[in-house]
């Protein structure tokens, strides 16, 4: 044994000739009644969670502004978790298969060059990726193209409340299933 500032530790070199596997351990201790696998999931779950609020604060800056007045604070508060919330939707629509947060998705699809161009009446936008992955935004954007393109078609005859409808089953087309969402059962007076 030998003593590291206050703590007695032990020598272990030369008792283990054979150099094996390295293996990280955890320990939980809990009085939750749930089996271990259910316990992991919420822990999982938890992270998740807390992930998002990382990002909001490191990434797009929701703890950054600081100022004696609160109602300038809640405006920017709001402002970013709006903008942020609109990016989520986004970036999950354009790529279905993952959440990828701002810190990667914003320099991948923010780093590019457009051009408007209109002819015979046709609008069109010609994106240009300065990305090392121009071949998956070229995807992930005409995934995008190609959805609001059709929805386009058929947008006349379409309510607001039923294109967003649309719109956010497209989103969470995974998590749904593949069903579309269904339109509320009480309909509020507008005015």
């Not at 999950?92 to 991948?108: F, G, N, Q, V």
Request: glycine share 8%; hydrophobic share 40%.
């Amino acid at each position: 044994m030998f003593k590291q500032g206050s703590q007695l530790l032990l020598n272990w070199t030369g008792l283990f000739p054979v150099q094996g596997p390295s293996y990280e351990y955890a320990v939980l201790v809990t009085s939750l009644p749930e089996e271990v696998l259910t316990i992991a999931q919420l822990y999982r779950d938890r992270a998740d969670m807390e992930n998002n609020f990382d990002e909001l604060k490191n990434q797009w800056g929701w703890g950054g502004f600081v100022t004696k007045d609160l109602a300038r604070c809640e405006i920017a508060a709001r402002h970013i978790a709006l903008i942020y919330n609109w990016w989520s939707l986004f970036m999950h629509l354009a790529d279905p298969s993952k959440r990828r947060e701002a810190i990667t998705s914003r320099p991948m699809l923010l780093g590019a060059v457009a051009r408007k161009t209109t002819h015979a009446g046709q609008v069109s936008l010609i994106i240009t990726p300065a990305h090392a992955q121009a071949g998956r935004i070229q995807e992930m954007l005409h995934r995008v193209s190609t959805f609001l393109t059709g929805l386009m078609v058929s947008a006349e005859q379409l309510t607001s409340a039923e294109r967003w409808r649309r719109i956010l089953s497209k989103i969470f087309e995974k998590e749904l299933g593949g069903r579309p969402l269904c339109g509320p059962s009480l309909v509020l007076p507008s005015g």
